[in-house]
Every structure is written in structure tokens, then in C-alpha cells.
């Protein structure tokens, strides 16, 4: 087949593995000349091409986008002026129809992490205090003992009495 790029009839159809970058697509084929090296791909790979952008340059999948910020409990809005951007954008970035631009990227990252680290701090805390709270806890047995300079009342060495005492 002729080459679009140099003209010769030196284009072959390839089959196999592909390596772009960091990302291995297995099992695909491409058109490549081996007179100046153009490579032409069909759908099925340039499909997995875009996921290999996605990987060599550390970037957030679409779909990703949207299930970490479902999981945060955040809506497309919220996103949005949380990295300063439009609501469309963050729509174009889920659905995949537009790629997040680097920087937006590692803004995003940060704010999931701020979230999620918000999320995980305020469920444990809720937990915990909830736990406390519950008249039928009894904490595993435990003992105050002393030291040097620290004196508990004889009542306190049990740390159930303590707990009781607290509610």
C-alpha cells in the first residue's frame, strides 16, 4: 500500500503489541511504512490510545473523575469552583470529550485528596464519639496504673469507670 506521508509503496499492516509511552496495548494492529515510519491506526486503537495520553502524562481517567467525586459526596458544580473552572468543563472531562489540561489535573488530584482526607477525619471522629457516647460500650480491660509523679484515685484505675463517669 502507498505511504500518505512519502509516497512509496511501503506501507505494512503490523499486528501485535503496541508500546506507547508507559502504556502496552496488546493485541492490535496499525499500518506503519517502513520507509519513513508514519504509523496509521484504525478505531480499536486509537481508542486505547487515549487512555495511553491518560497514563504517560499521569492524568485522571474520565471515568475516574466522576467516581471519586460521586465518593466525596461532591456535585460537578462543587468541582468546578473548587479548581476554578467551568461546570461544562468538568462534564467534558467525565464524559471524555475534552482532556483536563495539566495543571487543572493537579489541582483536581489535590482536592480529592482534601475531600477524601475531610470525608475519612469526620466519619472516624462521628465514629468515634458515637462509640463513646453508647451506653453499652465497655472498653477491653485496662488499668490505670501509677508513675512517678501521677496519682489516680482508687475508683479510677478501671478505665469502664473513667468511661462512665465521662458519660
Do not use: H
Request: glycine share 6%; charged share 30%; with cysteine.
Amino acid at each position: 500500500m502507498r505511504c500518505p506521508t512519502c509516497m512509496k509503496e511501503t506501507l505494512e499492516t503490523k499486528r501485535g503489541n503496541y508500546l506507547e509511552g508507559k502504556y502496552l496495548i496488546k493485541n492490535t494492529e496499525w499500518e506503519e511504512c517502513s520507509s519513513c515510519g508514519e504509523k496509521l491506526f484504525g478505531p480499536k486503537i486509537l481508542k486505547e490510545l487515549d487512555r495511553a495520553y491518560y497514563v504517560n502524562n499521569d492524568l485522571i481517567f474520565p471515568e475516574e473523575i466522576k467516581r471519586k467525586r460521586k465518593g466525596c459526596g461532591k456535585t460537578q458544580l462543587e468541582l468546578a469552583e473548587a479548581i476554578g473552572v467551568s461546570e461544562n468543563s468538568i462534564k467534558r472531562w467525565e464524559k471524555g470529550s475534552y482532556i483536563q489540561p495539566a495543571d487543572k489535573n493537579k489541582k483536581m488530584k489535590e482536592v480529592f485528596s482534601q475531600w477524601q482526607e475531610n470525608r475519612l477525619s469526620n466519619i472516624s471522629s462521628d465514629k468515634w464519639v458515637a462509640t463513646l457516647m453508647d451506653k453499652s460500650y465497655a472498653a477491653p480491660p485496662a488499668y490505670a496504673g501509677n508513675t512517678v509523679g501521677n496519682v489516680c484515685k482508687e475508683g479510677d484505675k478501671d478505665i469502664n469507670n473513667i468511661i462512665k463517669q465521662i458519660k
